[in-house]
């Protein structure tokens, strides 16, 4: 068994322990060698669903480290070549170099067991929508005990059911569910950022609120920090 064979094998096993739940994560990728940014999903305010043993082959060497991870743990991670990018690299997004080791910063949010391990893609709207909303009023509790850290991390894996993809399919009544969910979690997000004293976050989180909510000629005046 080749070390690359070896490696996968235990983020397989990881993974059926951990029985494929979807986890929610945080991550900035960047290349060892020339320290290029290439991925920010911090930057984009929008965190990625991962099932770990079934992550995209240049994603096998953050699976295995994430499978060694506990819910809200942050960590820096080292990936060779072999378990990233490969021998190629990639020329269209991202561009990573041939034979380009990678260094991640990572979160990982938490694992999401609301649907038994259901993927998002596999769900519909409505058990979307709902899957978030949970994830909201989780936040909200969290918020009240004055676990803000706890609350940002329930909110943002809720934005994270409610990604641009889905959003641009949604019209009519179906966005206006799905923002009746995004639009709070974004500004709870803002109100736990400010209290950290982190005001830039904030005023990005309120953008996404602001643009959102004008493309779609909605009224914000009863929005803004409800719980």
């Avoid at 059926?16 to 940014?37: D, G, N």
């Avoid at 994603?59 to 506990?70: E, F």
Wanted: with cysteine; net charge negative; proline share 3%.
């Amino acid at each position: 068994m080749t070390p690359e064979s070896t490696l996968l094998w235990r983020v397989l096993v990881l993974s059926a322990l951990l029985q494929l739940s979807p986890s929610s994560v945080h991550y900035r990728a960047w290349t060892e060698s020339t320290q290029h940014k290439f991925e920010d999903t911090w930057n984009e305010q929008q965190p990625v669903e991962l099932i770990l043993g079934k992550e995209k082959k240049e994603m096998t060497g953050l699976g295995l480290g994430l499978a060694s991870m506990k819910s809200g743990e942050r960590a820096l991670l080292h990936v060779g070549w072999e378990l990233g990018y490969g021998e190629e690299g990639s020329f269209s997004f991202p561009n990573v170099p041939p034979k380009a080791d990678i260094m991640y910063e990572v979160e990982l949010l938490g694992f999401d067991e609301t649907e038994e391990g259901k993927a998002r893609g596999d769900m519909t709207v409505e058990e979307r929508i709902g899957a978030a909303d949970r994830r909201k009023m989780d936040g909200n509790t969290l918020f009240k005990e004055e676990k803000l850290e706890e609350a940002m991390n329930q909110y943002e894996m809720a934005i994270a059911y409610m990604g641009d993809d889905f959003m641009f399919q949604l019209f009519g009544k179906y966005r206006d569910m799905a923002l009746a969910v995004k639009n709070p979690c974004h500004l709870n997000m803002a109100a736990c950022l400010i209290r950290l004293q982190r005001f830039n976050e904030a005023v990005g989180h309120c953008s996404i609120v602001c643009l959102l909510t004008f493309c779609g000629q909605l009224n914000l005046s009863n929005s803004y920090f409800k719980f």
